[in-house]
């Protein structure tokens, strides 16, 4: 599985994320600046990390989101080509309008850290078949806005197409207003666009790969897409 | 040309800063607020001296930059 993870001015969760495929998978990620123009030859999964591109500036992932290489990553994304965003990835992703909706600034304002619970809503995307169905994870989040939101109609057909992969729920698994830690529409923690390819997330699975981090759970995600692309090879 | 773009939130899209905002100026003793919306101001200089052809050059950057159009509306004045 060949892997680029693209470093933009301020992401600082690129060395945590090369560091989860090379465990996970044994894969060497190769890193691409943001204002290459192009993606390494052979590319499987484009992952874009957290951090704060641009210092956040305008609005989270903005100025991220028009950068030249991200020209070449909607054009793997429409080839079919697997994206993942995590946390500052997410809303680059949502800016870029690879994914509907935003990400808006925490329902209750603060900036949250902290390990959360997740349920896998749908285990059959490229990203989440290593998962059983409605498996419950620990993984944790660092964000200030992570407050996921889209119009009604954008919500329903995220709902009814399973384009919901991650809900905020309670330890038992139930979600509720006070396990949907920022406030977002329906709890949603992350989705995939209606063609499945591209998948964004809040919480990081790359920080929960092995006991040492508190939980190794994110290491699925991972795997599922080593085992992904198995099946397409 | 200068132009002074204004974005805000649309209608209906919850803004928890200027919540924030009117809770403050609630504890500051200024009654009667009944809501407050943050909003972003540009100040923006464009070469060219034809206002219909910098107008749409503007438009152009709020639809593709200045404003996330999802929950953002935005308002266009020429200044002088």
Redesign the interface.
Same mark, same amino acid.
């Given at each position: 599985m060949k892997t680029s993870i693209i470093v933009f001015p301020g992401s600082n969760r690129d060395r945590d994320l090369g560091r989860a495929f090379r465990r996970t998978n044994g894969d060497e990620p190769a890193y691409v600046w943001h204002d290459e123009s192009e993606l390494p030859a052979g590319t499987d999964v484009v992952a874009l990390p957290g951090g704060f591109s641009y210092g956040d500036y305008l609005r989270c992932g903005a100025i991220a989101a028009r950068s030249p290489v991200m020209r070449a990553v909607a054009a793997h994304a429409k080839r079919g080509g697997f994206v993942i965003g995590i946390c500052n990835g997410f809303q680059i992703l949502c800016e870029s309008g690879l994914l509907p909706g935003v990400l808006m600034r925490n329902e209750r304002l603060k900036f949250l850290c902290r390990t959360v619970t997740l349920k896998v809503e749908n285990a059959e995307t490229p990203f989440t078949r290593g998962y059983g169905a409605g498996a419950l994870l620990r993984m944790p989040l660092a964000h200030g806005e992570g407050n996921y939101q889209a119009d009604a109609r954008t919500l329903t057909k995220l709902e009814k197409n399973g384009q919901v992969v991650f809900r905020y729920v309670d330890e038992a698994g139930a979600a509720s207003d006070s396990a949907n830690i920022n406030g977002a529409a329906r709890s949603i923690a992350g989705i995939v666009n209606d063609k499945g390819n591209v998948l964004g997330m809040m919480p990081h699975p790359e920080n929960a790969i092995e006991p040492l981090q508190g939980s190794s759970d994110g290491a699925g995600l991972f795997r599922s897409l080593a085992l992904t692309l198995e099946k397409v090879a | 040309m200068k132009a002074r773009v204004t974005v805000t939130l649309k209608t209906g &899209? *919850?803004d928890?800063?200027g919540k924030?905002i009117e809770g403050a100026l609630a504890s500051l003793g200024f009654d009667g607020v009944s809501g407050v919306r943050q909003g972003k101001i540009f100040d923006i200089e464009l070469a060219g001296a034809d206002e219909a052809t910098t107008r749409s050059a503007i438009e152009a950057m709020c639809e593709?930059? *200045?404003a996330?159009t &999802?929950?953002e509306t935005y308002h266009i004045d020429a200044v002088a």
């Open positions: - | &899209v *919850l928890p800063q924030a593709k930059l *200045l996330n &999802v929950i």
